[in-house]
């Protein structure tokens, strides 16, 4: 079977719509045709201060999510990054076969340090594709289901599977990125230009799986919506009505058009009121789930010591052999 491997970063005390939609819902659809390696990338996750408790606590907690969302771990790999250790090792030589302009653009650490300056943004951001890199190239997988705001990861990993087999020799595959159809950038309900994130500035532009329903239901209420008060789909004119016929045809198996058609001549509050009912009603069952899963911590910590053996077991030989390409002395 060919592979697929992906990850979400543990730095909220729950994924996002935009996690979800954009990537889980993907990842639970690809399992089925491919051998899949889902993990948690806490090394990621400390290239911004975390507290070392929720660092812990967040880890179980999007381990949770992933299972209650539908990731079988009797079928798919599941472990957390900072448990293999040949993913620090890979990106070292990786962070080797890249150039200093070539990591400055990409725009996570561009965009923050032309608003922070240098010294407030730490020199793990700048390496962070190149952790990312390793990541996936450690697994050899052909496919990573990702959302949107991934591309310029996914290339420079490209870049740098090539690279490295141009100047060793073949050795990683080249991977693409699987981006879904619809739901591959969810935007932010107060700010509808800015993608959902869990660095939002208000958290009432967020809908957290693991919040009350309620919460959710007040939350796609109260969501900014545009001028005018026909329901119509425009990126441009119309940001806010836009994002939630997206979340909503995402969630259903209406299209976009479909629902265009369905609430012709009706006002933005109706489409809110379904709305709200449409995504408690798909989000609970995951979250019902992911509260029981995280009532036994150590069940989940036994998932995720199997995954890691397993994707230890791959993930070591692909090492050792781009160890002996780079020309390092084996152990004698
Ligand atoms: P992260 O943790 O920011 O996001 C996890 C996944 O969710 C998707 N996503 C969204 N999709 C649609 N709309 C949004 N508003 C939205 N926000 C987030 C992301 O595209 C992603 O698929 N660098 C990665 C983590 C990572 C990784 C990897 C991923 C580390 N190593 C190896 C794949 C393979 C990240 O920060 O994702």
Redesign the pocket.
């Known amino acids: 079977h060919p592979r697929v491997?992906?990850?979400?970063?543990?730095?909220a005390d729950s994924?996002?719509?935009?996690?979800?939609?954009?990537?889980?819902v993907n990842w639970v659809k690809v399992q089925e045709d491919f051998e899949a390696y889902y993990?948690i990338?806490d090394l990621?996750?400390i290239t911004v201060a975390q507290d070392p408790a929720d660092l812990t606590k967040r880890t179980r907690v999007a381990a949770a999510q992933y299972i209650a969302a539908g990731i079988d771990p009797e079928r798919s790999t599941l472990f957390v990054?900072s448990h293999i250790p040949e993913h620090t090792q890979l990106t070292w030589i990786l962070t080797c076969l890249t150039g200093m302009g070539e990591a400055a653009r990409m725009t996570?650490f561009k965009d923050k340090s032309a608003r922070e300056g240098t010294d407030a943004t730490g020199v793990g951001l700048f390496t962070?594709?190149m952790?990312?890199?390793a990541?996936?190239l450690l697994y050899q997988p052909h496919g990573?289901?990702?959302?949107?705001?991934?591309r310029q990861?996914?290339e420079l990993?490209r870049t740098l599977a090539q690279r490295f087999n141009h100047r060793y020799g073949e050795t990683f595959v080249v991977p693409v990125g699987f981006y879904?159809e619809t739901?591959?950038?969810?935007?932010?309900l107060q700010e509808p230009t800015s993608?959902?994130?869990?660095s939002a500035v208000s958290p009432n532009g967020l809908i957290n799986i693991l919040d009350e329903p309620k919460v959710t239901a007040k939350r796609i209420k109260s969501a900014v919506t545009d001028a005018g008060t026909e329901v119509s789909y425009d990126r441009e004119n119309k940001p806010g009505v836009s994002n939630l016929l997206d979340i909503y045809a995402s969630v259903t198996d209406r299209s976009v058009e479909q629902l265009v058609a369905d609430y012709e001549g009706k006002m933005y509050g109706h489409l809110k009121v379904d709305l709200a009912e449409a995504v408690t009603q798909r989000l609970e069952p995951v979250r019902t789930r992911a509260l029981e899963l995280l009532d036994d911590p150590a069940e989940l910590d036994r998932i995720l010591a199997l995954g890691a053996e397993k994707a230890r077991s791959v993930a070591a030989p692909v090492l050792d052999e781009v160890y002996q390409k780079t020309g390092f002395l084996p152990v004698g």
């Open positions: 491997l992906s990850g979400m970063q543990p730095s994924l996002h719509l935009g996690n979800y939609l954009g990537a889980l993990f990338p990621h996750a990054q996570q962070y594709p952790l990312m890199a990541d996936i990573v289901p990702v959302g949107d705001d991934q990861h996914i990993t879904p739901g591959a950038r969810i935007y932010d993608k959902m994130s869990k």
